[in-house]
């Protein structure tokens, strides 16, 4: 491609202003020497062809470096370099082949995207459950009791870091036992004296020493428990 | 007044070079000092106010948008700084003839033909040109000098685009009317 020179930007300058001329007056620039007076289009026209004609002062050959100079002693700080490199656009170039490995890449990762998305409420349970383990809320309503502790078959009824907290607005008394799935036996022990059994339990079974316990099942965080 | 090539040099610069900031330096720097010496009519605070609007814009060129061109906005900046330069310093400079011997190294066609039927004298319009206010003066130098698109020159100038061709064309009837009266005037005292 033909490089341009500074000649021919001029000339294409020129040209350019004789058109803006000729299309805001009317007149081409075959009209200039040959208008009658008082036509307005024409003298308009040749106002525009004077002003583009008219000289103007060649700058001194002081300013270039007056503006340089300064300039190539800055320091540019690292932002605006960051930011005005930013700016600048790039072009990339993807040929099918390029483009191959990063489609296999994207389907791979939209799959496991899509094979992973559903069921997040389960899978966090299912994590809160690695070991087996299920939350298991034992309360019992007794706001005149000092202190409640649940044992069990699961603490080997001694009801140690398993006693219970009050909660003062309800006078309920409340503990939560990570508990493995399976069948227990439990009461509460009052004031650590008073054995007392849970009055919403489902299922009661004799000790064998003249009392009952209460009985739990423990599902597999599944809705089995009871 | 537009180049090709501004992009990739503001690019150049951009990046880092700023070397390259002397291409549009010596490519808009006769533009940029004439409109200062329009504004001032001093060759030193032209000098200055051209230095200044290089520097300025070479401080605010992450702002600029890379899409657009370079010279209107660099005019734009030129032209807000002049216009505060003046405001600050309260000069309020009209031209006499004796300014124009400044220009006495000069070309000018030497014809005193009709002024309808031939070529204008350029000295004329000059003084002409100078009795307009700036806003109408600027707006007809970027678009018969500066081959500015009325779009250019509306950005330029802050107007609407209907605002710009309005200012062109009032501007150019303006300068008629100035160039008829001083004729007519002159054909009296003959």
């Known amino acids: ?58 700058p001194p050959t002081i300013l270039l470096p007056s503006i340089m100079g300064p300039l190539l002693k800055t ?19 993807i040929t099918p082949l390029t483009l191959t490995p990063v489609a296999g890449m994207l389907v791979v990762l939209i799959t496991f995207l899509l094979a992973n998305s559903g069921g997040g409420k389960n899978r966090q349970l299912t994590n ?31 009801g140690q870091d398993c006693e219970m907290k009050q909660d003062q607005r309800e006078g309920t008394w409340k503990v939560t036992l990570w508990l493995k799935s399976g069948r227990y036996e439990y009461a509460f022990l009052v004031d650590d004296r008073k054995v007392l059994l849970d009055p919403q339990a ?9 009392n009952q316990n209460n009985v739990l099942f423990i599902g597999n965080a599944d809705e089995t428990s009871i | ?60 060129l992450h702002r600029f948008h890379v899409e657009k061109r370079f010279f209107p906005w660099l005019y734009t900046i030129g032209l807000n700084h002049s216009k505060n330069f003046l405001r ?9 003839v004796e300014d ?27 003084e002409a040109l100078d009795q307009l206010s700036v806003d109408y003066r600027e707006a007809l130098i970027l678009r018969y000098r500066e081959s500015l698109t009325m779009e250019e020159i509306a950005e330029a100038l802050k107007l609407s685009l209907s605002g710009a061709k309005m200012r062109v064309h009032r501007g150019l009837k303006m300068l008629r009317e100035i160039l008829e009266a001083d004729h007519h005037e002159k054909e009296n005292f003959a």
């Open chain 1, 1 to 58: 491609m033909k490089k341009r020179t500074l000649l021919d930007l001029e000339a294409e300058q020129k040209r350019a202003s004789d058109e803006a001329a000729r299309r805001d007056t009317g007149h081409s620039p075959g009209d200039l020497h040959c208008g009658h007076a008082g036509n307005e289009g024409e003298a308009l026209f040749t106002i525009a062809q004077g002003i583009q004609e008219m000289p103007d002062l060649a």
């Open chain 1, 75 to 93: 320091k540019i700080p690292w932002w605006r370099r960051l930011y005005g490199w930013a700016k600048i656009p790039r072009t990339f170039s």
């Open chain 1, 128 to 158: 809160k459950l690695a070991g087996g383990r299920v939350p298991v809320v034992f309360s019992f309503k007794m706001p005149e009791a000092r202190s409640v502790r649940v044992v069990g078959s699961f603490n080997d009824w001694h």
């Open chain 1, 202 to 210: 489902a299922f009661y079974q004799a000790d064998g020493f003249g």
């Open chain 2, 1 to 60: 007044m537009n180049h090709p090539d501004d992009q990739e040099v503001i690019f150049a610069v951009l990046g880092g070079d700023v070397n390259a900031y002397s291409t549009l330096v010596e490519r808009y720097q006769r533009p940029i000092y004439n409109l200062m010496y329009r504004m001032t009519r001093s060759y030193s605070d032209s000098m200055d106010l051209a230095q200044e609007t290089f520097i300025k814009a070479f401080e605010q």
């Open chain 2, 88 to 96: 600050q310093s309260k000069v309020s400079r009209t031209l006499s």
């Open chain 2, 100 to 126: 124009y011997d400044a220009f006495s190294g000069l070309e000018y066609p030497g014809q005193e033909e009709e002024l309808l039927c031939a070529r204008l004298d350029l000295r004329k319009l000059r």
